[in-house]
């Protein structure tokens, strides 16, 4: 890792076609500056994978002698922006897709069925002018859908779209999804379920053990469950589910992105945060969930110094 700084022109001129991977131009503020040389402190989400890649970050920016701190578990977006703004926190890992309906649900720069350029494009226009983003990483974390294999079989259920053919419908989710317009809005709006079929099941695990259970149990008929997630149950068994296609793509691209407040990292911060997201790729954020959820619960600091020392 002791090559990021030294090739801070290799790193800028591997940026792809996307240029510049940072917002704006850079102000004096953006530079080499006293931020850099003081404590960068990493919010993160409240589920593990949002805690894992803030980890990986931390380290990586350890390595270049930069002080970082993470705060863990602060919630949902809602509230994670606000710290951004209000200064308790520098930066968070984001989604592309998600934040972009966030910032531009409401506006045609942000629709269903976009591809990841296209929602990157969107993002930028869309986040607001005092907040910044870092490069977007090949590594993406979707939001999907999973039914049992028996409740797939039942109503021969394939896609959303087949969600039509279920009497009544309970859907399990963080509780934030109930709001989304990918939740059981989404459903109804983009494909059709009727809004009286469906009930919604708050679970605060970001599709963990306790989403499982409601699951395989019955309680909930379908559950929203990250794509790099490992689903498992209590007893961290892997557990065999349908996810259901979204021909509509009313779940948008999800590629990791760092969203910070503009002009709190310096250039040497920004860099190595790019580094590490020019390495991860969604094969390896899905291994890394897994060891950090799975049975041997390895501790996401553990993972990102390991990991760190393997890249770099």
Known sequence: ???????????????????????????????????????????TANFPESELIGQLWAEALRTQGIDVEVKS????????????????????????GNLAMYFGGDEDTVTVGMSSEDVLSALKKVTPKNLALGEAAEAESKDSYRVTPEVAEKYDLKTLEDLDAVPEITVAGNPELAERPY?????????????????????SDGGGPLTVKALTDGTATIADIYTTSPVLNSDGDEIDV?????????????????LMAKGRLGREAKETIAWVNRTLTTEKLMELNKRNVGPDKEDPVKIAREYNEDVF
């Open 1 to 43: 890792m002791t090559a990021v700084v030294g090739a801070s022109a290799l790193v800028l001129a591997g940026c792809g076609a996307g240029g510049d991977p940072f917002d704006g131009e850079e102000s004096s503020a953006d530079k080499n500056t006293e931020r850099d040389r003081g404590t960068i402190v990493i919010g």
């Open 73 to 96: 578990g602060i919630g949902s977006r809602e509230v994670y922006i606000q710290a951004i703004e209000e200064g308790s926190i520098d930066l968070v890992p984001e989604y592309s």
């Open 183 to 203: 939740g059981p809005h989404g459903l109804t709006d983009i494909y059709g379920v009727k809004e009286s079929s469906m009930d919604f099941m708050p679970i």
């Open 242 to 258: 349908v996810t259901l296609e979204d021909p509509k793509g009313m779940i948008l691209p999800q590629n990791v992105v760092p």
